[in-house]
């Protein structure tokens, strides 16, 4: 079984659409993330989200959403997708309780292109 | 804020040779320093991390890293590289400032290592 699965693999829409990206993870941690990879290979820290606290990076605008129905799924919502969205975007998953010294556990990426 | 910095983009070795990828890492506090490899559209996979103690740390396939504090290094070796090891290198830090334990990455290092 994957530990961290996320889909759609790959993604391709219009300008202005309202897409979700879903992410699961089977391996009983309780805080995910979601980063963004831009088309240098930079990775950037999205989110990240455990059941008390969402801790959201400033520089994301406000059309991307994590949802999280419960701890093992946090889910990206992205509305008026621009052209500047299009990036590959992680999900990843680690233990609270080691947050600073645990490593973190990254599903395959969705590859996400705005036409 | 904590910072990593990868001052090579691509890394090119010939099999057989040890390779050296370089980290410098920047903390206002103990660096919790990770390394992970991403393969072609792949998700990026843990490698090794530095929390304390030993300098030189040993990770998965036959990498390790050597911690130099007085340096502010964290270079990732591999005594013999592989063909297979061709990839796509991450040193990482953990902010545990205002950010809580996210992962900061740097922009990596391209990893080529011919026949």
């Known amino acids: 079984d994957t530990a961290v699965s996320q889909t759609p693999k790959y993604l391709v829409t219009q300008m202005g659409n309202d897409k979700s990206i879903k992410c699961e993870q089977n391996l009983g941690h309780d805080t995910m993330y979601w980063y963004k990879q831009d088309s240098k290979k930079f990775l950037k820290i999205m989110f990240s989200?455990?059941?008390?606290?969402?801790?959201i990076n400033e520089t994301v605008p406000n059309r991307f959403s994590p949802k999280s129905p419960d701890k093992a799924h946090l889910n990206l919502h992205i509305n008026s997708l621009e052209l500047g969205d299009s990036a590959v975007y992680f999900c990843?998953?680690?233990?609270?309780?080691?947050?600073?010294?645990?490593?973190?556990?990254f599903g395959e990426g969705s590859r996400l292109t705005v036409l | 804020a904590q910072s990593v910095a990868q001052p090579e983009d691509q890394v090119n070795v010939a099999e057989g040779n040890p390779l050296t990828v370089k980290c410098t890492y920047s903390?206002?506090?103990?660096?919790?320093l990770f390394w992970y490899v991403q393969y072609p559209n792949r998700g990026l996979q843990f490698l090794l991390k530095y929390i304390t103690g030993d300098n030189l740390v040993k990770g998965s396939y036959g990498f390790e890293a050597e911690f130099n504090k007085s340096q502010t290094s964290f270079h990732l070796k591999k005594p013999s590289a592989l063909v297979s090891d061709s990839a796509l290198y991450f040193c990482?830090?953990?902010?545990?400032?205002?950010?809580?334990?996210?992962?900061?990455f740097g922009k990596g290092t391209k990893l080529s290592v011919k026949p």
């Open positions: 903390v206002s506090g103990n660096p919790y």
């Open positions: 990482a830090v953990r902010d545990y400032g205002g950010s809580q334990g996210n992962l900061i």
């Open positions: 990843a998953s680690s233990q609270e309780r080691t947050r600073v010294t645990g490593e973190l556990f």
């Open positions: 989200y455990n059941n008390k606290e969402l801790i």
